[in-house]
């Protein structure tokens, strides 16, 4: 029976063997897990990262935060197949989906890869695992368990950080990618991709079914032309709501951060924030930052009062300092 | 005619037929801690032990595990530990997120947050599992010892908690629970079950906390409606450390020296339990306090009964503002059994201990300076013996 197994096992990796060119669609869909970022030919040059065909590189109108790390975010799909547009949920993707985001920092005037995230669109559902990049920056090795990897930088307003950057394991990704134990997509909803010109490309290289001309559109959290009630909705949306919504981990705490949500935390008591809540009694005090919980934890980086609780070794002051001005500008209650 | 997809789908097929036979990972102390057992609990299969061995194992992040029917068991509390002192990330030391899980034999030490959690993780076993914080009642230690939530049907079953700065053995949001054979010691409340329905604690010590042993429904949860707990044969002994809970979360209004405190629920049996050495009060019976929004909240304790408790020492320094005279009104101590005096017979309350009952004829949600203390006799219709959580077989099979 063994050897058995071991001829299939050879079978096996024989017939998710990386084609000559293009994206291997079988380490997509296949069971288990390649070994290296390689196997699955989404870049023609690894390392310089350009993509293969059918893989669009996307971006987001406010992406999470994660310790200043510059994201590459990248889709694919298998040739004659395309994602059915959604005006609320995430894009619906076909099987064989992949999407790819690299995180890294500019080291000497270079970006300098850390780790790529790729989520997979199997038949049985999504699949999300990390990958670490070596030294050399030629090909990222599977790396189940997570790790930490020392990094220094400089971050926008340039201050020097160095941190201990946490590459999450396979359950972490779950932490945040669950809804209702189902791992689904946060990122590439329609308001998210919507910037004018994203969702149309999308249609019109066919990976896209349709786009409706009045497509929902997030705020940019940085766009100090749009109203601060929506660029705070929308950082609390992305950076908060995954797990702060009642299919999320964070579903026994009662506190729900979406961007539909008309008083987020306002007024709200912790239930099992522990020391998270820093003194204070409320998650969120219309008029003042000072007494709200959420504005405690989010410039903590104490793993027993950080929020988010993963991949936050620093505080994003800019993200905060904005967050601060939206509950100081509101009225008192 | 070579045709790959039914090729791969034919070797698919044989692989699933292949006997997946449980097998035992073996995880030992040493160098690389994190990631060996963060791997074995990521790579164990349904039906697996992860064993880890004795020893100290210095953890830098919280570990998790998100496999069905796996057993982690160690070398027992005593010996195998989980070091989470030099810890950097997550939430807790162990999250546990799947179902028909058994955590025996091991101990889990200065996590940063919570210790083990366990959320939406049906019929858990937490059997003969230690979570301390080393340093002393501190606000800076983790809130949860063992924590879980959103779970339908839990074991806690000789676990011993030492200063968590919320709640030791804190159940949560789930239903059909029991905790007995268990310590809860130096934390701000020993045990608490919150918004949980059907619930069984018996035969633990709770010693030295803040309060001993809660019985809390509050607002504006997902779950709520909490009632059916049965409180029985515990001792709760000289629960008298300050409140070290920071202030905001709920237990940080538990006044020192409480036994036991029901709050809201409905159907709460607490009987032939051991109480003694409480500064404030044995036993509690309050409303929820505070204002709420929550229109579907009900704020008051109903049909609950207290039997056949053995009182000690109490009331002898009430916490509670005006405490010292109201001690010398009653020739130095107050009675043992206080109700917070908010509503009336509709509430179906009933002491038959042989003690007496102080109320403090508070109206709902008034400051408790306005409280105009008097003796009160609670005659309640007594309730219907309550007929004790069942669990399944597989679950007590995993508590031997």
Not at chain 1, 2 to 10: G, N, Q, Y
Request: aromatic residues 6%.
């Amino acid at each position: 029976m063994k050897s058995l197994a071991a001829a299939l096992l050879l079978l096996f990796a024989a017939l998710v063997a990386k084609p000559a060119t293009g994206v291997n669609d079988a380490a997509i869909t296949a069971d288990g897990f390649a070994s290296h970022l390689s196997d699955y030919g989404f870049f023609t040059d690894l390392k310089a990262r350009t993509p293969a065909a059918r893989v669009m590189p996307y971006t987001l109108n406010t992406p999470l935060f994660s310790d200043y790390a510059e994201k590459h975010r990248f889709i694919y799909m298998p040739a004659g197949r395309k994602a059915r547009y959604q005006d609320d949920a995430v894009l619906d993707f076909p099987i064989g989906t992949a999407l790819i985001k690299t995180f890294g920092y500019q080291q000497q005037g270079r970006f300098r890869p850390l780790e790529t995230r790729l989520l997979l669109r199997r038949a049985s559902g999504w699949v999300a695992i990390p990958y670490v990049w070596n030294a050399e920056g030629t090909d990222a090795d599977l790396k189940r368990a997570g790790m930490r990897i020392p990094v220094r930088f400089t971050d926008p307003s340039g201050e020097v950080r160095q941190i201990s950057y946490a590459v999450p394991n396979q359950n972490q990704c779950k932490d945040c990618h669950a809804r209702a134990g189902a791992i689904t997509p946060i990122g590439p909803r329609a308001r998210q991709l919507n910037d004018g010109h994203q969702l149309e490309a999308l249609v019109s290289t066919g990976m896209l079914d349709r786009v409706p001309a009045d497509a929902p559109r997030l705020a940019r959290w940085d766009d100090a032309t749009a109203p601060l009630d929506d660029r705070a909705r929308a950082y609390l949306e992305i950076n908060c709501a995954h797990c702060h919504n009642p299919q999320g981990a964070a579903s026994n705490s009662g506190l729900y951060l979406d961007w539909r949500q008309s008083h987020p935390g306002f007024l709200k008591r912790p239930v099992a924030a522990g020391r998270g809540s820093g003194d204070r009694e409320f998650d969120v005090v219309p008029g003042s930052a000072d007494a709200s919980i959420l504005i405690f934890r989010m410039e903590s980086t104490d793993p027993g009062i950080a929020m988010p609780e993963l991949g936050r070794a620093t505080v994003h002051k800019e993200g905060v300092g904005m967050l601060r001005q939206w509950i100081d500008g509101m009225p008192r209650q | 005619m070579f045709r790959p997809k039914s090729i791969l789908a034919a070797v698919a097929i044989l692989f699933l037929a292949l006997p997946a036979a449980a097998k035992t990972i073996h995880v030992a102390a040493g160098p690389n801690a994190q990631e060996r057992l963060q791997g074995a609990l990521i790579e164990a299969a349904p039906g697996d032990i992860v064993e880890i061995g004795a020893g100290r194992f210095d953890l830098t992040d919280g570990l998790s595990l998100d496999v069905d029917r796996v057993t982690v068991r160690g070398a027992g509390p005593g010996k195998t530990v989980l070091s989470f002192k030099g810890q950097l990330g997550a939430g807790e030391g162990l999250l546990v997120t799947s179902d028909d899980v058994v955590l025996r034999g091991f101990a889990v030490e200065d996590s940063r947050g919570d210790g083990i959690k366990s959320k939406g993780a049906d019929r858990i076993v937490y059997k003969d599992i230690r979570v301390e914080w080393t340093g002393g009642p501190k606000a800076t230690n983790g809130a949860y010892g063992v924590y879980p939530v959103e779970s339908q049907w839990v074991l806690v079953d000789g676990v011993t908690v030492i200063g968590a700065s919320d709640a030791g053995i804190y159940v949560g949001q789930s239903a059909h629970i029991v905790v007995r054979n268990s310590t809860a010691q130096g934390n701000v409340a020993g045990i608490e079950i919150e918004n949980c329905a059907f619930a069984d604690v018996y035969d633990n010590l709770a010693t030295h906390n803040t309060g001993g042993i809660l019985v809390f429904d509050l607002p504006n949860l997902p779950v709520r409606g909490g009632g059916h707990i049965n409180v029985y044969n515990n001792r709760v002994i000289d629960n008298d450390t300050a409140n070290f809970a920071p202030p905001g979360n709920i237990v940080a209004s538990v006044r020192k020296g409480t036994g036991v405190l029901i709050m809201a629920n409905s159907d709460v049996s607490v009987t032939g339990n051991t109480l003694s050495g409480h500064a404030t009060s044995n036993i509690m019976i309050i409303s929820y306090r505070q204002p709420f929004t929550d229109a579907g909240y009900n704020p008051y304790p109903r049909r609950i009964t207290v039997s056949g408790n053995t009182h000690g020492k109490a009331g002898f320094a009430p916490q509670l503002p005006g405490g010292d005279q109201l001690a010398g009104a009653f020739g130095g101590s107050i009675p043992p059994i206080l109700w917070d005096g908010t509503g009336g017979p509709e509430l179906e309350l009933r002491v038959s201990d042989t003690v007496p009952v102080l109320s403090m004829n508070l109206a709902l949600g008034a400051e408790t300076e306005t409280a105009q203390p008097a003796l009160v006799k609670l005659e309640g219709p007594a309730l219907a013996r309550m007929p004790g959580v069942k669990l399944p077989e597989s679950m007590e099979a995993a508590a031997q």
